[in-house]
């Protein structure tokens, strides 16, 4: 490709890193795992960039990639691990007793998505994402209607698995 | 905490990350890939490249012996082309293994089926290779050696396609283990995750 195409990709790359970073984040069992597997994104998007035509949005033609990768590479995975600490919660500055129930929820919130399936995880991050079903859809290829289905056990699940983390269980 | 609470501090996430410096994505762009096809692409052009120089090493030390060269040419080119029929094979179903830009589902179950022909393919040329070179072998060496066999033809054909069978028994699930070693695991979690994605009980 043409160092032209390189750069627009570069470009693109730069504006959009943050999906690629959630991806990672969710699928990545610890820091050099989800350094690894933003690197195979980055490479797989590379390689596709040819054939983006801008039929799709780039945020979509994206997505597909990303998750793709990030599921399909199988890698083994002898026990779930919890996911790490998100950076944007403010633990340090947890002072109030409000501010330290929320940070402790907001843990047992992440503790219980790290235990979903990988479609699952994937569902809930177009959720988070604020994604339409029509687009989820699009980037995953499940049904609306199984979706939406999938979206209300998924809910369920995490309840329970947050109440799972609340007492040790 | 419900989902969508988080939801609410979702798009901050990754934020306070430093981002990656376009040097570093250039860097990434001259990486090989760690797929497991691009795995299997690598593996590929080294069974061949083996296989090639290999070849190379049998014609370049058989060409002294003028007895059995010509016979031996004539094994080789059918071994070779099995070969390049089974690399062909192999080639054009690993291009046609994924497809990283289509749906996540679509581009699963197109690479569970592809993934389970290459198997299929992988074990029946396995399978069809080993007693083929065999016998080829056997009798190559028969029409070298008829004079000078110290034991009769029946008895000579009955060890050894006793051992040839018996071979081909071992090879047989020698093959089958193996490639449930490589890709039995890899077909399981496809299979698993398909079925996540279609389960609605």
Redesign the interface.
């Known amino acids: 490709m043409t160092n032209n195409a390189e750069q627009e990709f570069l470009q693109l790359i730069n504006q959009n890193q943050g999906i690629v970073r959630k991806v990672c984040h969710l699928y990545g069992r610890n820091d050099t795992d989800k350094e690894d597997l933003y690197q195979e994104i980055v490479i797989q998007l590379w390689k596709a960039f040819s054939s983006f035509r801008g039929e799709a949005k780039f945020s979509t033609w994206m997505y597909r990639i990303a998750l793709n990768t990030a599921i399909s590479n199988l890698r083994k995975q002898t026990k779930k691990v919890a996911l790490s600490f998100p950076e944007f919660i403010p633990h340090e500055n947890a002072d109030t007793n409000e501010e330290k129930i929320k940070e402790e929820k907001l843990t047992e919130m992440y503790a219980a998505i790290s235990r979903l399936t990988e479609v699952e995880k994937a569902i809930v991050m177009l959720y988070l994402e604020d994604k339409s079903y029509e687009e989820m859809e699009d980037i995953l290829g499940i049904s609306n209607g199984t979706l939406r289905v999938k979206m209300n056990r998924i809910k369920d699940k995490l309840r329970s698995l947050t109440k799972a983390v609340q007492y040790g269980t | ?3 969508d ?3 609410e ?2 798009s ?6 430093p ?2 410096s ?1 040097e570093e ?2 860097g ?2 001259q ?6 096809i691009a795995k299997m692409k690598r593996n590929l052009t080294w069974e061949l490249v083996t296989i090639v120089v290999f070849y190379s090493i049998t014609i370049f030390s058989m060409r002294n012996y003028e007895k059995i060269f010509a016979s031996f040419t004539i094994l080789l080119l059918i071994i070779g082309l099995l070969f390049a029929i089974y690399f062909y094979f192999k080639y054009r179903l690993l291009q046609s293994m ?1 497809c ?9 179950q197109m ?1 569970l089926q592809t993934l389970e022909k290459y198997v299929r393919i992988y074990f029946v040329f396995g399978n069809l290779l080993t007693p083929i070179v065999f016998f080829v072998t056997g009798f190559i060496t028969y029409m070298q050696r008829d004079g000078d066999l110290t034991i009769s033809p029946l008895r000579f054909w009955t060890i050894f396609s006793i051992i040839g069978l018996l071979f081909s028994v071992a090879v047989y699930f020698l093959n089958k283990w193996y490639l449930h070693t490589l890709y039995g ?2 077909i399981q ?2 299979k698993d ?1 398909l079925q ?3 389960e ?1 009980k």
């Open positions: 905490m419900e989902l609470q988080l939801k501090m979702w901050d996430v990754g934020s306070k990350q981002g990656t376009a994505l250039q990434m762009l990486k090989k890939s760690q797929s497991p994924e990283i830009t289509c749906e996540v589902k679509s581009n699963l690479q695991q890899h979690k496809l995750i996540d994605m279609e609605l």
